[in-house]
């Protein structure tokens, strides 16, 4: 079995897409959302690019639930962990990570708003 890597390449119209490299004959793969395996999954050769594959799994409906959705990508023969993608829904922004960041970055900002005001006003 040759050494798999996959790259995602986009989510569009509710399919996920990427690139599964794998030199030697077409490999298989697994995708799994909670130890479920998924329906749906379909590997293409790329044309003119011996060892890629097209990878397409469109993402059933009926799993889009409130909170976080995870899903897996495997080689079912080892096991092993080739990527995975992420879907956040219905969950407040404040319990976002990303949201986190942003407003640490907005205190800094108004931190050094005042910082320059206090500044100026001490100077002069």
Same mark, same amino acid.
């Given at each position: 079995?040759c ?9 569009? /119209?509710?399919?996920? !897409? @990427? +690139?599964? *490299?794998?030199?030697?004959?077409? %490999? ?27 990878v ?5 409906? /009926?799993?889009?639930? !409130? @909170? +976080?959705? *995870?899903?897996?990508?495997?080689? %079912?023969a ?47």
């Amino acid at each position: 079995m040759c050494a798999m890597r996959l790259t995602k390449t986009r989510i569009r /119209a509710g399919v996920w !897409e @990427g +690139v599964l *490299t794998c030199e030697g004959e077409k %490999p298989a793969l697994d995708v799994l959302h909670l130890e479920q395996k998924m329906p749906g999954l379909t590997l293409t050769d790329l044309p003119g690019q011996q060892g890629k594959y097209a990878v397409r799994l469109p993402i059933p409906a /009926a799993l889009l639930s !409130e @909170g +976080v959705q *995870t899903f897996l990508f495997r080689d %079912p023969a080892s096991g092993e962990k080739l990527g995975h993608f992420t879907i956040i829904t219905g969950v407040a922004m404040e319990d976002d990570l990303r949201a986190e960041v942003d407003l640490l970055r907005a205190e800094l900002d108004m931190l050094k708003r005042a910082f320059r005001r206090h500044c100026l006003e001490t100077v002069g």
